[in-house]
């Protein structure tokens, strides 16, 4: 039996003890923030797109794609650009309502999915809740004079600080990155974004993250915790920026 198992298991053994449950005769009386102005979000990831979105065949996705998030009725599109970009990119979404603006041959997501969206729902803003949070400790030494931090320096060193690790699993790695590719190309426009919002392939990504990238620099520099505890801290930013916008 694990430690884990061990641990969870005499948690519930003492649980279980005569005495020990009137904690849930009292549950009922504890106080929670229900009140505290929830929201409720639709989250929608995409990839980024290049000029391949402007086929007949990916603006039909895209079409679709449109017409099903429409059926949520949205009261705020939020995309992932800075907020002190909103004043331009709010101008040139006016001039995208009133025709001055041409996005037809704009492949930016932005424009095809947030831009599109917004005009369909008849809003008359668009909202930005981007945070691009800084690589600082550990992060900073995966940069050079010349380069910034990258994945490919970050895993760079993992294979040379790290490399018995990173030799046993790297290539299962990239066999079954290159695998979900395959599948990944055989799909239309929206069933690709629908795909990568799956619960399975967020646990894939999940598993890569935590699993294997983490592993970086353990008890050295801690380069992979703090590289996952930096895509955790862009994420909180990104929260708390909408949260911000549903007062």
């Not at 007949?56 to 449109?66: F, P, T, V, W």
């Not at 909202?127 to 910034?148: C, H, K, N, R, V």
């Not at 996952?228 to 916008?245: D, Q, S, T």
Request: some cysteine; glycine content about 6%; overall charge negative.
């Amino acid at each position: 039996m694990s430690k884990v198992q061990f641990v969870v298991m005499l948690l519930f053994l003492l649980a279980c003890q005569p005495g020990m449950n009137q904690w849930m005769s009292l549950e009922s009386q504890l106080k929670n923030y229900d009140s505290l102005g929830q929201v409720e979000v639709c989250v929608m990831g995409t990839y980024h797109f290049n000029d391949s979105v402007l086929s007949n065949k990916s603006q039909a996705g895209i079409d679709r794609l449109l017409s099903k998030i429409a059926d949520y009725q949205p009261t705020k599109i939020l995309l992932e650009w800075e907020p002190d970009r909103f004043l331009q990119t709010n101008d040139q979404y006016r001039q995208y309502l009133d025709g001055s603006l041409d996005i037809s041959d704009r492949y930016n997501e932005v424009y095809q999915l947030g831009f599109r969206l917004a005009k369909m729902m008849g809003h008359d803003s668009i909202y930005l809740f981007d945070d691009q949070t800084e690589f600082i400790g550990s992060l900073e030494a995966f940069s050079t004079d010349t380069d910034p931090f990258s994945f490919e320096l970050f895993t760079k060193y993992g294979k040379e600080e790290d490399g018995e690790y990173f030799r046993a699993h790297e290539q299962i790695i990239i066999e079954n990155y290159e695998h979900n590719l395959e599948v990944i190309s055989q799909l239309t426009l929206d069933e690709h974004i629908t795909m990568l919002n799956s619960d399975e392939m967020q646990r894939i990504n999940a598993q890569r993250m935590h699993i294997y990238e983490s592993r970086v620099g353990i008890q050295k520099n801690w380069g992979g915790p703090d590289w996952l505890g930096r895509w955790y801290r862009r994420n909180v930013r990104m929260m708390a920026n909408a949260l911000k916008l549903s007062n």
